[in-house]
């Protein structure tokens, strides 16, 4: 239980570990996004946890051709960008996660996915997608329609 000194707008803020912080432009509170998204997937007939999975599947394929694009379909694909060092959670005591990301691109409204190891870990422990305007922020009815893909 947070401190009631300590909120999850002050965590998921801006700071010297995250620039620009985890809920971008998004006036909701993190618990309205984290409501939101986790009703958005429970609708589609999914889990955090299997969301949690896709993103995995996609980023582990990208990390594993070394910097060449992956093909997820006709015209999405990933692609991972190698980055030293590690990054902490924003929540407490909840460790720290490795750089690097995997870029996934090629949907029909030009979007591009950014997924790291520390996103996959707050789908899947919190449900938390990040808020929008936020450069990290995945859509959770996009990844379901990855998953979809059969990969």
Known sequence: MLSPKITLKVLLGQSEF????????????PEEIMAEDLN??????????????IL???YVKAERAMGNAVKLSEKISATHQEAC?????????D??????????????DGQ???ITPLSIHLIEKYGFF???????????QT??????LKL
Do not use: C, H, M, W
């Open 18 to 29: 995250s620039a620009e912080g985890f809920l971008g432009t998004d006036t909701r509170t």
């Open 112 to 114: 591009t996915i950014i």
């Open 85 to 93: 060092g590690r990054i902490p959670s924003p929540f407490p005591n």
């Open 95 to 108: 460790g720290t996660f490795q750089k690097g990301q995997a870029s996934i691109s090629g949907f029909a």
């Open 56 to 58: 995995r599947e996609i």
């Open 40 to 53: 958005t997937i429970q609708t589609l007939g999914t889990t955090k946890e299997k969301t949690a999975g």
């Open 143 to 148: 990844v379901v329609a990855l998953g979809e």
């Open 130 to 140: 990040q808020g929008k305007g936020s450069l990290y922020r995945i859509d959770p």
